[in-house]
């Protein structure tokens, strides 16, 4: 891996990518890594709790510690890299109302107030924080979806997510550890229309490092990156008074089912100009997009949010963010 030198004015915020691969090969997935390192500066690890690794009674299995040994070595050779780790336990395939993999010994409807559960959760946590030892340690994503369709488990998961924040912090002291939300969700406008819920932000304040958004503007009323709101970005400033982070953004590069007009390279690329001219005004510290290259076993639209296309050929946006990542960082 060879980092380009750097060229340009400076720019004031992190680029990085999310780890997902062109396939599932294991030479797929370690070139995620080197990608990441080649033309960012920081990178996103998201996973499912194995839960019956941390249950009462488990143990490690050989495969989550032959992971975790790998890719802690693959983060130790790309020592520049920022680590951010994203531990997600629900299930984005239902909007994420319900806990993601969860044991079959173990009661859903109970879920984060099962005992049992909330241990392994906070057993995890300690194991990801200790071995990891991410830069930002992310407890819950998109939180914010399952607070709107089922919010008896997330008042659950509040009060596990503010145990697990002291065992991140107890264990890796210097690493920042918040929740991620769901902007489009927050605002109105994904599926349901309703006024924006920001007091959902609330309820973690005081146990929240950072504010960390995913924003995926075309799932909800916007087209194209021409109709993005002026203060897409910006409004965040108003929301937390400490550092922002886009924690997961993308923007599909071909035709989404049931979106009329939305999935252009062009637009793809205007939509990441904006982004990162946005990122940069605004003193957001940091913009991970979810994928480098396009996951070809995906679903649309995750299948065209790569920047190149699986095979590594470019797609128009690629240009300008390798300018961009080439910009020295201040």
Known sequence: M????????????RMGFSVIPPSRSPEAYTGAFA?????????LLQRTPPWEDFLAGGSV????????????????????????????????????????????????????????LRAAFIEYVAYVSTNYRPDYLAIGVEINMLAERNPVQFQAFASLYREAYE????????????????????????????SPHWEIVDTFR??????????YPFLGDVRTADELRPDWISQL?????????????????????????????????????????????????????????DPSFAAAPLRSIGLRQADGSNKLAWETWETWARRPLE
């Open 2 to 13: 060879v980092r380009p030198a750097p060229e340009g004015d400076p720019r004031a915020f």
């Open 61 to 116: 299995s050989k495969a989550t510690a032959d992971n975790t040994r790998y890719e802690v070595a693959l983060l130790d050779q790309y020592s520049h890299l920022r680590r951010f780790f994203a531990i997600d336990p629900t299930d984005g395939v239902v909007q994420r109302s319900r806990i993601a993999n969860i044991p079959s010994g173990l009661d859903p409807q109970a879920g984060f107030n099962d005992p049992s």
């Open 167 to 194: 065992v991140a912090k107890k264990n890796n002291p210097k690493g920042k550890v918040f929740p991620t939300f769901q902007l489009e969700d927050i605002e109105g406008t994904f599926e349901t229309s309703h």
């Open 35 to 43: 990608t990441a390192a080649q033309y960012g500066d920081i990178v």
């Open 237 to 293: 400033k108003s929301h937390f008074a400490g550092e922002i982070i886009i924690a997961e953004t993308g923007c599909a590069s071909a035709p989404v089912e049931g979106k009329a007009n939305v999935g252009t390279e062009e637009d793809q690329r205007a939509y990441l100009e904006r982004l990162l001219n946005d990122a940069q005004a605004n003193g957001i510290a940091a913009v991970v997009w979810t994928a480098a290259l």
């Open 206 to 215: 005081g146990a929240m490092d950072v504010l960390a958004i995913s924003t």
